[in-house]
């Protein structure tokens, strides 16, 4: 169970949705959605999306940045803390989070997710469904680690870092900043340069846009 009534979900996005189910799950009783791109008569099962962040933030409710975008994720942690109020972390009760391990505020963990024993999740990472993070792993900040991806024993992932829909880091390897790699990539070799990898192995295509 979480320490809060409500949360207030900045973005009415694919994740967003991901992350309002993770949070009803976990025990928030009232969510609220803000999306500038939002419609009038648009809810999430009965939870309401408005345009513009409210004035103020109702009583014991936290905020929580749901952009699957890692860069427009840490703009809205900016917003979340400048307006001084608490960052919620959210994580699905059928998540496993071993022993030690450190998980982030403003970070995701979806369900059926596992983060290993004595492993750092940074400032708003996400966590998707199925996917691991394996013991002593650390994850940078800003980090979107997809559906079912892994990150096995000892890696290093710097901040920024997309990893794809079942893509693969195996032991001990490290990921700098700035990396995205494709769904189902293979991350056998460390990495020292931004960019997009793609393939098994994973290979270089072009620099990070």
Same mark, same amino acid.
């Given at each position: ?10 973005? &009415? ?10 949070? *009803? ?17 648009? $809810? &999430? /099962? ?7 962040? %409210? ?5 014991? !409710?936290? #905020? &929580? ?13 900016? @917003?979340? *803390?400048?307006?001084? !109020?608490?960052?919620?972390? /959210? ?6 989070? =071993?022993?030690?391990? +450190?998980?982030?505020?403003? @970070? &995701?963990?979806?369900? $059926?997710?596992?983060?290993? %024993? ?11 469904? =199925? ?5 002593? #792993? ?6 979107? /680690? ?23 880091? +195996?032991? =001990? ?5 700035? /990396? ?13 340069? @931004? ?12 620099? *990070?846009?």
């Amino acid at each position: 169970m979480n320490e809060y009534k409500g949360l207030l979900i900045l973005g &009415f996005g694919g994740h967003a949705r991901s992350v309002a189910d993770v949070a *009803l799950a976990a025990g928030f009783r009232s969510l609220l959605f803000v999306d500038e791109h939002a419609r009038e008569d648009e $809810h &999430f /099962v009965g939870h309401r999306v408005q345009p513009e962040l %409210p004035h103020q933030l109702p009583e014991g !409710w936290a #905020c &929580f940045p749901a952009a699957g975008d890692n860069h427009r994720r840490q703009m809205q942690v900016a @917003s979340i *803390l400048s307006a001084g !109020w608490p960052l919620a972390t /959210v994580i699905s009760p059928s998540a496993t989070i =071993g022993a030690g391990a +450190i998980v982030s505020p403003g @970070s &995701f963990v979806g369900h $059926h997710a596992h983060v290993g %024993p004595m492993a750092r999740i940074g400032l708003a990472g996400i966590v998707n469904t =199925g996917a691991i993070v394996e013991h002593e #792993c650390i994850i940078g900040d800003y980090v979107h /680690v997809s559906v079912h991806a892994t990150t096995a024993g000892r890696s290093r992932l710097g901040d920024y870092v997309f990893l794809g829909a079942g893509a693969t880091v +195996i032991d =001990g390897v490290t990921v700098t900043s700035n /990396v995205a790699v494709g769904a189902g990539g293979v991350v056998i070799t460390s990495i020292d340069s @931004s960019g997009t990898y793609v393939g098994v192995p994973v290979r270089r295509i072009k620099p *990070l846009s």
